[in-house]
């Protein structure tokens, strides 16, 4: 009965969350926040998981932070917003922190793909200077995980 109900919430927030970012390029604090506490809740609650959940929210959120700050050293301008490392705490509150590479693989891989079949569309490759929200794609990445997640309890 909770499984469900966990899951209708993080889908619903994952998806609202998604179109904000893709209409704001942000992601607002008033979601991801309560949503980090939310997955640190349903992973104590349905798995006994309570420091993977808490180990998952903050290694999600401090490699995010590490790569954003590295990438704005190195090149001098903004990458990934501090919106994408608190949604990636919040998958890794919800999934845990061994699904966290899988998550960033899934999500990179999906707007990689998005961004091909969009430049293929246009006819014109990306020069890197338009933002591009991944958000959306972290979301996914977390969808995907999370029932992976209840569907072998193990994970």
């Keep these: 009965m909770l499984v ?51 180990a998952g929210a903050a290694l999600g959120y401090g490699s995010l932070v590490l790569l954003e700050v590295s990438y704005r050293h190195l090149r001098k301008r903004d990458g990934l917003g501090r919106g994408d490392a608190k949604l990636l705490a919040a998958g890794g509150a919800w999934c845990g922190a061994g699904l966290l590479p899988y998550i960033l693989l899934l999500a990179s891989l999906a707007a990689l793909v998005n961004i091909a079949l969009v430049a293929v569309l246009r006819r014109r490759w990306p020069d890197g200077s338009e933002a591009h929200a991944f958000g959306p794609w972290i979301a996914l990445g977390i969808a995907l995980c999370w029932i992976y997640r209840i569907a072998i309890p193990a994970a």
């Design 4 to 54: 469900p109900l966990a899951t209708l919430v993080l889908l619903s927030v994952l998806t609202g969350l998604s179109v904000i970012d893709l209409r704001t390029h942000r992601l607002p604090d008033i979601l991801t926040l309560p949503l980090i506490l939310a997955g640190i809740l349903a992973n104590g609650f349905l798995f006994s998981a309570w420091l993977g959940s808490m």
